[in-house]
């Protein structure tokens, strides 16, 4: 078997399979979530900013503030995923277009 008759059958046998992402919804969701667990981004700048956060909502019941503070960080988070996952993208773009004039 050749090469290109070797990735045709690879080709096949991938498409006849179904892809077990478990919780991700692509392969980027899942690259982002191992890029997270492995790079957290908690740093201080983040720490100050949800200090400040806290204190323009001092006074106010908890229960305000939670309905403020989750969609913040629900935004936040899918901000930054998105972010992340266009990044991925533009990259593989860049190595084609690199490859593609060599």
Request: with cysteine.
């Amino acid at each position: 078997m050749n090469l290109k008759e070797y990735l045709r059958s690879l080709e096949i046998y991938i498409a006849s399979r179904k892809l077990n992402l478990g919780d991700g919804e692509s392969v980027l969701s899942l690259l982002y979530e191992a890029y997270g667990d492995i790079n957290p981004m908690y740093d201080d700048q983040i720490k100050a900013d949800f200090a400040e956060l806290y204190q323009a909502l001092n006074g106010m019941p908890l229960q305000e503030m939670d309905w403020i503070i989750n969609p913040v960080c629900a935004l936040c988070r899918d901000h930054e995923r998105n972010g992340f996952m266009h990044g991925v993208l533009v990259g593989i773009r860049l190595v084609r277009e690199v490859q593609s004039t060599q």
